[in-house]
């Protein structure tokens, strides 16, 4: 085995009684907060438990979130309000299906949590142990020597090296391998009881398509009427114009054949300032960047082209459904634009880069920060686009910023 293999198992151990000390410590507090949940439930029969219970079940559920979000494969619930009446609290956190799994999954990770996340954890610590114990013999008096496999005492370097070196190496094997697959086990536990039915994952599923359709359909609407207000108020009214122009053009023929002229540039004027609208109206339906190059050579034109010094950094795309290019290229626009309209930013990056059948932007920028949907910003039209093709849009804006918006998309064929 080289250097690099045995670095290699050390660390991934080492992860793995990190994760299993994380158990520990976990299950240890649920040996608490089980206890003091069933003793609130029983109090609910006299009215103190009412008002008792609901923060416990808020307690229990950022715990099973923190090991939620540790599995990576179900998306943490948002925390509930605490409502105004003590009843209708508890019965909104009771009905949370996922409650219910948070008390299916507590008393099993109080017992037998605790106990898999300390073996895992000493295990990986007991190669330090015997080091210590067989290094140090001779601090122990002769009466009682040290003893630390099949009762062999130690009352000398020999004898050390003889029962220590032995020891030393199984315990090394157990450390190695005993706390991944403990870990493993407490990880699989927790992902079999805190995994929701296919019933649930079904009915999330639909309620998020439901939610994306109806966003896809306003955000079709809002287009549309986009569309409309631009051609009413800007292509119509040049065309109106024109049609002015060339009708007096037409009447000077016979009495002013001098007026012509200039009515005539003037009409020319408005034709192609018309055209200049439609041609600028279909490149906000679709922009031709798109199609005469790919997305990642639209996105350095976008960047380029920003008020705000910007980086792009631009990774192997592969192909791209032209509906997901559509919506991360307003994406970044829209936020690049914010970046520089509302943030006051001094500097901007956008990384954009495919794994697997995820497309993810992230748009940096180091301005003031504290951007929030419903304030004029874009970030509900952004959303709309995103969700529409099935992607996730996420905004870190803290007052001060910086502001990192994230989008992922899938873009399999």
Avoid at 207 to 218: H, K, N, W
Avoid at 225 to 246: F, P, Y
Avoid at 360 to 371: L, Q, S, V
């Amino acid at each position: 085995m080289d250097l690099s293999t045995a670095r290699t198992y050390v660390s991934r151990s080492a992860r793995a009684a990190g994760y299993c000390a994380i158990v520990a410590v976990r299950g240890l507090a649920l040996v608490v907060l089980v206890p003091a949940l069933a003793y609130s439930s029983v109090l609910c029969l006299v009215g103190v438990g009412l008002l008792v219970l609901p923060p416990g079940l808020r307690l229990l559920r950022r715990l099973a979130d923190a090991e939620r979000a540790r599995l990576g494969r179900w998306a943490a619930p948002p925390a509930r309000p605490a409502g105004a009446h003590a009843r209708s609290t508890l019965m909104t956190v009771l009905s949370d299906p996922a409650t219910r799994r948070d008390l299916r999954w507590a008393p099993c990770m109080a017992i037998f949590g605790t106990l898999l996340g300390l073996v895992g954890a000493v295990l990986f610590l007991f190669p330090a142990a015997v080091l210590v114990l067989v290094g140090l013999w001779w601090v122990f008096p002769a009466d009682e020597p040290v003893k630390v496999m099949m009762n062999i005492p130690i009352d000398g370097w020999g004898s050390a090296l003889l029962v220590g070196v032995p020891q030393f190496v199984l315990s090394v094997l157990l450390a190695v391998t005993g706390p991944p697959l403990i870990a493993g086990l407490a990880a699989a536990s927790s992902r079999r009881l805190l995994a929701p039915s296919a019933a649930t994952v079904l009915a999330e599923r639909v309620a998020a398509l439901d939610r994306t359709r109806s966003g896809a359909i306003q955000a079709h609407g809002d287009e549309l009427r986009r569309i409309e207000r631009d051609l009413h108020d800007g292509t119509q009214a040049r065309l109106v114009s024109l049609a002015m122009q060339l009708g007096l053009a037409e009447r000077a023929l016979g009495c002013d054949p001098a007026a012509v002229g200039p009515l005539l540039t003037r009409a020319r004027e408005g034709t192609e300032e018309a055209m200049a609208e439609l041609r600028d109206l279909l490149r906000s339906v679709y922009p031709p960047v798109l199609a005469d190059r790919d997305l990642a050579g639209a996105l350095s034109a976008v960047v380029a082209r920003c008020p705000v010094p910007a980086a792009a950094h631009l990774g192997e795309l592969g192909e791209v459904p032209a509906q997901v290019e559509v919506a991360v290229y307003f994406a970044v626009t829209e936020a690049l634009t914010n970046a520089a309209k509302h943030s006051h930013a001094r500097s901007a990056s956008v990384t954009l880069a495919r794994a697997g059948d995820t497309l993810r932007a992230e748009i940096t920028d180091d301005g003031r920060g504290g951007a929030a949907e419903g304030r004029g910003t874009g970030l509900s039209g952004m959303r709309r686009r995103v969700e529409a093709v099935d992607g996730v849009l996420r905004v870190q804006s803290p007052p001060g910023g910086p502001t990192v918006i994230t989008v992922e998309c899938p873009c399999a064929s």
